[in-house]
Protein backbone atom coordinates (compact mmCIF):
# COMPACT_ATOMS: atom_id res chain seq x y z
CA UNK A 1 0.00 0.00 0.00
CA UNK A 2 1.66 3.26 -1.11
CA UNK A 3 0.84 6.49 0.40
CA UNK A 4 -1.14 7.74 -2.48
CA UNK A 5 -3.40 4.83 -2.49
CA UNK A 6 -4.07 5.15 1.25
CA UNK A 7 -4.78 9.24 1.05
CA UNK A 8 -7.37 8.04 -1.79
CA UNK A 9 -9.05 5.70 0.12
CA UNK A 10 -9.33 7.63 3.30
CA UNK A 11 -10.58 10.44 1.37
CA UNK A 12 -12.89 7.82 -0.26
CA UNK A 13 -14.68 5.99 2.23
CA UNK A 14 -14.51 8.22 5.59
CA UNK A 15 -17.94 8.79 6.08
CA UNK A 16 -18.50 4.84 5.62
CA UNK A 17 -18.71 2.68 8.96
CA UNK A 18 -15.67 1.41 9.80
CA UNK A 19 -16.95 -1.56 11.13
CA UNK A 20 -17.79 -2.39 7.23
CA UNK A 21 -14.84 -1.78 6.11
CA UNK A 22 -13.07 -4.40 8.16
CA UNK A 23 -15.91 -6.70 7.30
CA UNK A 24 -15.73 -6.54 3.77
CA UNK A 25 -11.77 -5.83 3.48
CA UNK A 26 -10.89 -8.12 1.18
CA UNK A 27 -12.39 -5.88 -1.52
CA UNK A 28 -9.47 -4.16 -0.98
CA UNK A 29 -6.66 -6.72 -0.86
CA UNK A 30 -4.24 -3.93 -1.56
CA UNK A 31 -5.01 -1.80 1.58
CA UNK A 32 -3.89 -2.26 5.31
CA UNK A 33 -7.31 -1.46 6.30
CA UNK A 34 -6.40 -1.70 9.86
CA UNK A 35 -4.10 1.19 9.20
CA UNK A 36 -6.55 3.17 6.63
CA UNK A 37 -9.55 2.64 9.58
CA UNK A 38 -7.67 4.25 12.38
CA UNK A 39 -6.84 6.80 9.90
CA UNK A 40 -10.40 7.29 9.16
CA UNK A 41 -11.31 7.31 12.67
CA UNK A 42 -8.11 9.94 13.73
CA UNK A 43 -9.86 12.27 10.69
CA UNK A 44 -13.11 12.63 12.63
CA UNK A 45 -12.59 13.58 15.63
CA UNK A 46 -9.67 16.23 14.20
CA UNK A 47 -12.31 17.57 12.16
CA UNK A 48 -13.35 19.96 14.97
CA UNK A 49 -9.92 18.86 17.33
CA UNK A 50 -7.03 19.79 14.71
CA UNK A 51 -8.97 20.96 11.87
CA UNK A 52 -5.52 22.35 10.05
CA UNK A 53 -4.40 18.82 10.74
CA UNK A 54 -7.63 17.50 9.06
CA UNK A 55 -6.89 19.66 6.17
CA UNK A 56 -4.31 16.98 5.65
CA UNK A 57 -5.39 13.59 4.30
CA UNK A 58 -2.50 11.90 4.16
CA UNK A 59 -1.41 12.05 8.31
CA UNK A 60 -1.40 8.65 10.17
CA UNK A 61 -3.02 8.26 13.11
CA UNK A 62 -2.10 6.10 15.88
CA UNK A 63 -4.23 3.88 18.32
CA UNK A 64 -7.25 6.54 19.51
CA UNK A 65 -6.03 7.27 22.93
CA UNK A 66 -3.28 9.41 21.99
CA UNK A 67 -5.39 11.50 19.68
CA UNK A 68 -8.13 11.48 23.16
CA UNK A 69 -5.30 13.11 25.34
CA UNK A 70 -3.56 15.62 22.73
CA UNK A 71 -3.76 19.29 23.27
CA UNK A 72 -6.63 20.71 20.74
CA UNK A 73 -5.46 23.30 17.89
CA UNK A 74 -6.49 26.44 19.51
CA UNK A 75 -4.58 25.26 23.00
CA UNK A 76 -1.38 23.95 21.28
CA UNK A 77 -1.38 27.14 19.39
CA UNK A 78 -1.56 29.10 22.52
CA UNK A 79 1.29 28.07 23.79
CA UNK A 80 3.48 29.63 20.72
CA UNK A 81 3.55 32.75 22.98
CA UNK A 82 6.19 31.21 25.03
CA UNK A 83 8.55 30.64 22.06
CA UNK A 84 11.15 32.72 20.86
CA UNK A 85 12.56 32.44 16.96
CA UNK A 86 16.32 31.27 18.72
CA UNK A 87 14.80 28.57 21.07
CA UNK A 88 15.60 25.15 20.66
CA UNK A 89 13.40 23.30 22.43
CA UNK A 90 12.50 19.73 23.85
CA UNK A 91 8.89 18.15 23.78
CA UNK A 92 9.80 15.66 26.24
CA UNK A 93 6.08 14.17 26.04
CA UNK A 94 5.97 13.89 22.37
CA UNK A 95 2.70 11.72 22.22
CA UNK A 96 0.71 12.54 18.76
CA UNK A 97 3.29 15.58 18.38
CA UNK A 98 0.42 18.47 18.11
CA UNK A 99 2.41 20.62 20.69
CA UNK A 100 5.82 19.91 19.26
CA UNK A 101 4.02 21.07 15.65
CA UNK A 102 2.55 24.08 16.72
CA UNK A 103 5.85 24.78 19.13
CA UNK A 104 8.07 24.31 16.00
CA UNK A 105 6.68 27.12 13.93
CA UNK A 106 7.74 30.15 16.08
CA UNK A 107 10.87 28.00 17.47
CA UNK A 108 14.97 27.72 15.90
CA UNK A 109 14.22 23.63 16.30
CA UNK A 110 12.41 21.41 18.33
CA UNK A 111 13.31 17.53 19.55
CA UNK A 112 10.66 15.54 19.84
CA UNK A 113 10.71 12.79 22.41
CA UNK A 114 8.59 9.44 23.08
CA UNK A 115 8.92 5.91 24.35
CA UNK A 116 6.04 4.66 21.46
CA UNK A 117 7.98 3.75 18.45
CA UNK A 118 4.22 3.66 16.63
CA UNK A 119 4.14 7.45 17.97
CA UNK A 120 7.04 7.95 16.81
CA UNK A 121 6.85 6.74 13.46
CA UNK A 122 3.68 8.24 13.06
CA UNK A 123 5.25 11.69 14.09
CA UNK A 124 7.40 11.21 11.40
CA UNK A 125 5.28 10.97 8.89
CA UNK A 126 3.16 13.77 9.94
CA UNK A 127 5.57 16.23 10.69
CA UNK A 128 7.27 15.90 7.14
CA UNK A 129 3.46 15.93 5.69
CA UNK A 130 2.74 19.09 7.35
CA UNK A 131 6.12 20.92 6.28
CA UNK A 132 8.04 21.13 9.55
CA UNK A 133 11.85 20.36 8.79
CA UNK A 134 12.81 21.57 12.18
CA UNK A 135 11.59 18.83 14.29
CA UNK A 136 13.96 16.01 15.11
CA UNK A 137 12.22 12.76 16.44
CA UNK A 138 14.08 10.70 19.13
CA UNK A 139 12.52 7.08 20.08
CA UNK A 140 13.04 7.35 23.63
CA UNK A 141 12.05 7.65 27.74
CA UNK A 142 12.82 10.64 29.96
CA UNK A 143 13.86 9.38 32.52
CA UNK A 144 16.74 10.44 35.17
CA UNK A 145 19.29 8.24 33.25
CA UNK A 146 18.13 9.63 29.90
CA UNK A 147 18.26 13.32 31.53
CA UNK A 148 21.35 12.86 32.90
CA UNK A 149 23.06 11.93 29.46
CA UNK A 150 21.77 15.46 28.21
CA UNK A 151 25.14 18.63 28.47
CA UNK A 152 23.13 21.46 30.59
CA UNK A 153 21.71 24.56 28.59
CA UNK A 154 21.25 22.04 25.31
CA UNK A 155 18.13 23.57 25.39
CA UNK A 156 16.27 27.16 25.86
CA UNK A 157 13.10 25.84 26.64
CA UNK A 158 11.15 22.55 27.61
CA UNK A 159 7.74 21.23 27.35
CA UNK A 160 6.34 18.47 28.99
CA UNK A 161 2.85 17.06 29.21
CA UNK A 162 3.41 14.00 31.93
CA UNK A 163 0.55 11.22 31.68
CA UNK A 164 -2.04 11.42 33.76
CA UNK A 165 -3.60 7.92 34.21
CA UNK A 166 -1.70 5.32 36.97
CA UNK A 167 -1.06 2.05 35.98
CA UNK A 168 -4.57 0.96 36.46
CA UNK A 169 -5.85 3.37 34.08
CA UNK A 170 -7.47 5.35 36.24
CA UNK A 171 -7.19 9.35 36.12
CA UNK A 172 -4.33 10.74 38.50
CA UNK A 173 -4.05 14.92 39.16
CA UNK A 174 -1.04 15.44 41.08
CA UNK A 175 1.93 16.28 39.70
CA UNK A 176 3.69 13.49 41.78
CA UNK A 177 1.36 10.68 40.59
CA UNK A 178 1.75 11.92 36.86
CA UNK A 179 4.45 10.18 34.56
CA UNK A 180 7.06 11.52 34.63
CA UNK A 181 7.34 13.02 38.15
CA UNK A 182 8.21 16.18 37.26
CA UNK A 183 8.84 17.51 40.72
CA UNK A 184 11.56 14.74 41.18
CA UNK A 185 13.28 15.62 38.03
CA UNK A 186 12.89 19.13 38.41
CA UNK A 187 16.30 19.55 39.31
CA UNK A 188 17.76 18.25 36.00
CA UNK A 189 15.22 19.63 33.91
CA UNK A 190 16.53 23.47 35.01
CA UNK A 191 19.85 22.29 33.96
CA UNK A 192 19.33 21.55 30.55
CA UNK A 193 17.15 24.24 30.23
CA UNK A 194 16.79 27.56 32.09
CA UNK A 195 12.89 27.27 31.18
CA UNK A 196 10.16 24.76 31.76
CA UNK A 197 6.43 24.73 30.36
CA UNK A 198 4.21 21.99 32.04
CA UNK A 199 0.64 21.31 31.29
CA UNK A 200 -0.63 20.53 34.65
CA UNK A 201 -4.01 18.88 35.03
CA UNK A 202 -6.63 21.06 34.79
CA UNK A 203 -8.15 19.20 37.47
CA UNK A 204 -5.04 20.14 39.96
CA UNK A 205 -5.23 22.99 42.48
CA UNK A 206 -3.55 26.08 41.70
CA UNK A 207 -2.16 26.44 45.07
CA UNK A 208 -0.94 23.55 45.35
CA UNK A 209 0.79 23.35 42.31
CA UNK A 210 2.36 26.72 43.19
CA UNK A 211 3.68 25.02 46.60
CA UNK A 212 4.77 21.82 44.29
CA UNK A 213 6.86 24.04 41.95
CA UNK A 214 9.07 27.21 43.51
CA UNK A 215 10.49 27.56 39.74
CA UNK A 216 7.21 29.06 38.61
CA UNK A 217 7.24 31.90 37.35
CA UNK A 218 3.83 32.34 35.50
CA UNK A 219 -0.11 30.24 35.43
CA UNK A 220 -2.33 30.42 32.25
CA UNK A 221 -5.52 28.88 32.64
CA UNK A 222 -7.12 27.72 29.48
CA UNK A 223 -11.26 26.74 28.62
CA UNK A 224 -13.25 26.30 25.77
CA UNK A 225 -16.48 25.33 25.49
CA UNK A 226 -17.57 25.46 28.84
CA UNK A 227 -14.87 23.55 29.80
CA UNK A 228 -11.60 24.15 31.20
CA UNK A 229 -9.00 22.49 29.40
CA UNK A 230 -5.53 22.86 30.60
CA UNK A 231 -3.34 24.72 33.11
CA UNK A 232 0.37 25.57 31.95
CA UNK A 233 2.62 26.50 34.37
CA UNK A 234 6.15 28.56 33.19
CA UNK A 235 8.89 27.36 35.36
CA UNK A 236 12.26 29.80 35.39
CA UNK A 237 15.69 28.65 36.21
CA UNK A 238 16.61 30.84 39.84
CA UNK A 239 13.18 31.86 39.63
CA UNK A 240 12.15 33.68 43.37
CA UNK A 241 9.10 35.40 42.65
CA UNK A 242 6.56 35.04 45.76
CA UNK A 243 3.64 32.62 44.82
CA UNK A 244 1.32 34.90 46.27
CA UNK A 245 3.30 37.72 43.17
CA UNK A 246 3.28 35.24 40.07
CA UNK A 247 0.97 36.32 37.49
CA UNK A 248 -2.09 33.91 36.60
CA UNK A 249 -3.91 34.41 33.46
CA UNK A 250 -7.02 32.69 33.14
CA UNK A 251 -8.37 33.04 29.15
CA UNK A 252 -11.73 31.61 27.35
CA UNK A 253 -10.50 30.66 24.40
CA UNK A 254 -14.18 29.69 22.15
CA UNK A 255 -14.11 33.63 21.46
CA UNK A 256 -10.94 33.39 18.74
CA UNK A 257 -9.36 36.37 18.01
CA UNK A 258 -11.59 38.41 21.11
CA UNK A 259 -10.23 35.54 23.66
CA UNK A 260 -11.15 37.07 26.83
CA UNK A 261 -7.70 37.77 29.27
CA UNK A 262 -7.93 37.90 32.58
CA UNK A 263 -4.45 38.89 34.79
CA UNK A 264 -4.23 38.94 38.25
CA UNK A 265 -2.08 37.94 41.54
CA UNK A 266 -3.22 35.13 44.59
CA UNK A 267 -2.08 38.36 46.45
CA UNK A 268 -4.73 40.50 44.39
CA UNK A 269 -7.18 38.05 45.05
CA UNK A 270 -6.73 37.70 49.02
CA UNK A 271 -6.82 41.39 49.20
CA UNK A 272 -9.68 41.80 47.11
CA UNK A 273 -13.06 43.33 48.73
CA UNK A 274 -16.15 42.27 46.44
CA UNK A 275 -19.44 44.35 47.08
CA UNK A 276 -22.05 41.24 48.15
CA UNK A 277 -26.10 42.01 46.22
CA UNK A 278 -28.95 42.06 48.45
CA UNK A 279 -31.01 39.78 46.90
CA UNK A 280 -33.70 42.88 45.98
CA UNK A 281 -30.62 43.79 43.52
CA UNK A 282 -30.22 41.06 41.55
CA UNK A 283 -31.85 42.87 38.39
CA UNK A 284 -30.45 43.83 34.86
CA UNK A 285 -27.74 41.55 33.87
CA UNK A 286 -26.63 38.19 35.64
CA UNK A 287 -22.19 37.34 34.72
CA UNK A 288 -20.70 33.72 34.33
CA UNK A 289 -17.35 33.61 34.83
CA UNK A 290 -15.76 31.25 32.52
CA UNK A 291 -14.39 27.82 33.40
CA UNK A 292 -11.04 29.32 33.67
CA UNK A 293 -11.40 32.05 35.57
CA UNK A 294 -13.19 29.56 37.96
CA UNK A 295 -10.73 27.73 38.12
CA UNK A 296 -8.17 29.99 38.75
CA UNK A 297 -9.98 31.29 42.08
CA UNK A 298 -10.40 34.67 41.24
CA UNK A 299 -13.68 35.02 42.87
CA UNK A 300 -13.63 38.18 44.22
CA UNK A 301 -11.59 40.75 41.67
CA UNK A 302 -14.17 40.44 39.03
CA UNK A 303 -16.69 42.46 40.62
CA UNK A 304 -13.89 44.68 41.91
CA UNK A 305 -12.47 45.07 38.38
CA UNK A 306 -15.84 45.26 36.46
CA UNK A 307 -18.07 46.78 38.97
CA UNK A 308 -19.98 44.24 39.51
CA UNK A 309 -22.07 42.62 42.97
CA UNK A 310 -21.84 39.04 43.84
CA UNK A 311 -24.69 37.20 44.69
CA UNK A 312 -23.07 36.10 47.95
CA UNK A 313 -19.73 35.65 49.14
CA UNK A 314 -19.81 31.70 47.99
CA UNK A 315 -21.67 32.04 45.01
CA UNK A 316 -19.08 33.10 41.72
CA UNK A 317 -21.88 34.54 39.92
CA UNK A 318 -22.23 38.68 39.43
CA UNK A 319 -25.12 41.00 38.85
CA UNK A 320 -24.92 44.54 37.58
CA UNK A 321 -27.66 46.72 36.01
CA UNK A 322 -25.87 46.93 32.22
CA UNK A 323 -23.68 44.51 30.72
CA UNK A 324 -19.57 45.25 30.64
CA UNK A 325 -17.58 44.73 27.95
CA UNK A 326 -14.35 42.07 28.27
CA UNK A 327 -16.05 40.57 30.78
CA UNK A 328 -14.29 37.14 30.63
CA UNK A 329 -18.17 34.43 30.88
CA UNK A 330 -21.42 34.66 29.44
CA UNK A 331 -23.57 37.42 30.24
CA UNK A 332 -27.16 37.09 30.57
CA UNK A 333 -30.29 39.28 31.44
CA UNK A 334 -32.18 38.67 33.84
CA UNK A 335 -35.76 38.16 33.16
CA UNK A 336 -37.41 37.18 36.87
CA UNK A 337 -35.94 36.82 40.02
CA UNK A 338 -38.60 34.51 42.15
CA UNK A 339 -38.21 32.94 45.51
CA UNK A 340 -37.72 29.52 46.34
CA UNK A 341 -40.88 28.16 47.81
CA UNK A 342 -43.88 25.80 47.38
CA UNK A 343 -45.72 28.17 45.17
CA UNK A 344 -43.13 29.09 42.71
CA UNK A 345 -42.06 25.49 42.46
CA UNK A 346 -45.77 25.01 41.59
CA UNK A 347 -46.20 27.82 39.38
CA UNK A 348 -42.80 27.54 37.28
CA UNK A 349 -43.71 24.73 34.81
CA UNK A 350 -46.62 26.60 33.51
CA UNK A 351 -44.68 29.75 32.86
CA UNK A 352 -41.63 28.46 31.77
CA UNK A 353 -42.19 24.70 30.24
CA UNK A 354 -38.84 25.07 28.83
CA UNK A 355 -35.89 26.53 30.79
CA UNK A 356 -32.23 24.73 31.25
CA UNK A 357 -31.12 24.56 35.56
CA UNK A 358 -28.38 24.95 37.15
CA UNK A 359 -27.90 24.94 40.83
CA UNK A 360 -24.52 26.44 42.17
CA UNK A 361 -24.38 26.23 46.48
CA UNK A 362 -27.97 25.47 46.50
CA UNK A 363 -28.64 22.32 48.60
CA UNK A 364 -29.79 20.00 45.48
CA UNK A 365 -28.33 19.20 42.68
CA UNK A 366 -28.84 20.59 39.24
CA UNK A 367 -30.63 17.17 37.90
CA UNK A 368 -32.79 17.15 41.06
CA UNK A 369 -33.96 20.66 40.93
CA UNK A 370 -34.62 20.31 37.39
CA UNK A 371 -36.93 17.27 38.08
CA UNK A 372 -38.55 19.02 40.79
CA UNK A 373 -39.44 22.05 38.47
CA UNK A 374 -40.95 19.67 36.36
CA UNK A 375 -39.46 21.83 33.11
CA UNK A 376 -37.65 20.66 29.38
CA UNK A 377 -34.26 21.29 28.45
CA UNK A 378 -34.03 25.13 26.90
CA UNK A 379 -30.95 26.25 24.90
CA UNK A 380 -31.90 30.23 25.39
CA UNK A 381 -33.90 30.32 29.23
CA UNK A 382 -31.92 28.88 32.36
CA UNK A 383 -32.77 29.24 35.63
CA UNK A 384 -30.06 29.81 38.07
CA UNK A 385 -30.84 28.39 41.51
CA UNK A 386 -28.52 29.71 44.11
CA UNK A 387 -28.25 31.41 47.39
CA UNK A 388 -28.04 34.75 48.28
CA UNK A 389 -26.22 37.29 50.60
CA UNK A 390 -28.97 36.94 53.27
CA UNK A 391 -28.91 33.08 53.53
CA UNK A 392 -32.26 33.39 51.16
CA UNK A 393 -32.55 30.31 48.39
CA UNK A 394 -33.54 31.85 44.91
CA UNK A 395 -34.64 31.15 41.21
CA UNK A 396 -33.04 33.51 38.72
CA UNK A 397 -34.39 32.90 35.15
CA UNK A 398 -32.40 34.62 32.75
CA UNK A 399 -31.67 34.51 28.79
CA UNK A 400 -28.34 35.43 27.03
CA UNK A 401 -27.74 38.93 26.04
CA UNK A 402 -27.60 40.50 22.61
Known sequence: MTEQELKEFVLAHEADSPAELMLHRDRWPSIDMAVAV?????????????????????LLYPQSLSLEQCSSQATALYKQRFVLSVDRVADLT???????WSLSQPAASVDYFERSEELCACARHNFVALGRDNITVHCAETTPEML??????TYSLIYLDPARRGRDGGRVYSLRDCEPDITALRPE????APRILLKASPMADIRVLLSELPEASEVHILSSENECKEVLVLMLRDNAVPAGDIPITAVELSSGDNAAEFHFTLREENEAAADLAAPSEIA???????????????????????????ISASTHFYT???PVGHFPGKIRRIIEVLPFHKAAIRDFRKKYPAC????????????????????????TLRVLATTASDGSRLLIVSTPSI
Not at 45 to 54: E, F, M
Not at 284 to 310: H, N
Not at 356 to 379: C, I, K, Q, Y
Open 148 to 153: SRIPSD
Open 94 to 100: GGLGVDS
Open 38 to 58: RCIQGRAKARTKLPLWYAEPG
Open 284 to 310: GYLFEPSPALLKSGAFKLPAVRFGLRK
Open 320 to 322: APA
Open 189 to 192: LLRI
Open 356 to 379: SVTARNFPMTSEELRRRLGTAESD
